[in-house]
T-cell receptor
Framework: QQQVKQSPQSLIVQKGGIPIINCAYE??????FPWYQQFPGKGPALLIA?????SEKKEGRFTISFNKSAKQFSLHIMDSQPGDSATYFC???????????FGTGTRLQVFP | DAGVTQSPTHLIKTRGQHVTLRCSPI?????VSWYQQVLGQGPQFIFQ???????GRGNFPDRFSARQFPNYSSELNVNALLLGDSALYLC???????????FGPGTRLLVL
């Protein structure tokens, strides 16, 4: 019940494409859903986050869609660029504990 | 402002040895969390400290311990190292328990 399942494991798109990464969770107590971007040799960096009271959030070229009834959320990257090539992790946390439960990651490659 | 800093950046140890990893949070942040990231997987929560008290512990053996100092910096200690402890150890800081976590670059530990 603590798991966050992430798919696909890897994704290849051309520049300008819109990669979509999906995550699903089971624990209805989760109330904070961030996405992190990680480049090789670096720590994860927060991209965008959403709480269950909204169904969509946009920040620049990154959009989170959230479906509370299906317990799913996804990341869309608009007009993807080669510099977006990285590993993306979804995560979830509950209550006040702040412990993040991470998905298994999606390796994105954007070709020119 | 400097981000989360961790030391050392890389470390090689042999089985049975002990290791101490260090983390300095972002200035003003009072909460520090530790995560273990095995190659190809998402980070796994180890510990969280807030105001020098342990606020959360993940599913790791007692060989793992941590503490937080009055200046909010933190140490992660691992005793009796096993080959399976080889991983990237990430430290994340936040202002409070319900605030966004910011990750450091990690310490890459290799156990031979």
């Amino acid at each position: 019940q603590q798991q966050v399942k992430q798919s696909p494991q890897s994704l290849i798109v051309q520049k300008g494409g819109i990669p979509i990464i999906n995550c699903a969770y089971e624990n209805t107590a989760f109330d904070y859903f961030p996405w992190y971007q990680q480049f090789p040799g670096k720590g994860p960096a927060l991209l965008i986050a959403i709480r269950p009271d909204v169904s969509e959030k946009k920040e620049g070229r990154f959009t989170i869609s959230f479906n509370k009834s299906a317990k799913q959320f996804s990341l869309h990257i608009m007009d993807s660029q080669p510099g977006d090539s990285a590993t993306y992790f979804c995560a979830a946390s509950k209550d006040w504990t702040d412990k993040l439960i991470f998905g298994t990651g999606t390796r994105l490659q954007v070709f020119p | 402002d400097a981000g989360v800093t961790q030391s050392p950046t890389h470390l090689i140890k042999t089985r049975g040895q002990h290791v101490t990893l260090r983390c300095s949070p972002i200035s003003g942040h009072k909460s520090v969390s530790w995560y273990q990231q095995v190659l190809g997987q998402g980070p796994q929560f180890i510990f969280q400290y807030y105001e020098k008290e342990e606020r959360g512990r993940g599913n790791f053996p007692d060989r793992f311990s941590a503490r937080q100092f009055p200046n909010y910096s933190s140490e992660l200690n691992v005793n009796a190292l096993l080959l399976g402890d080889s991983a990237l150890y990430l430290c994340a800081s936040s202002f409070g328990l319900q605030e966004t976590q910011y990750f450091g670059p990690g310490t890459r530990l290799l156990v031979l």
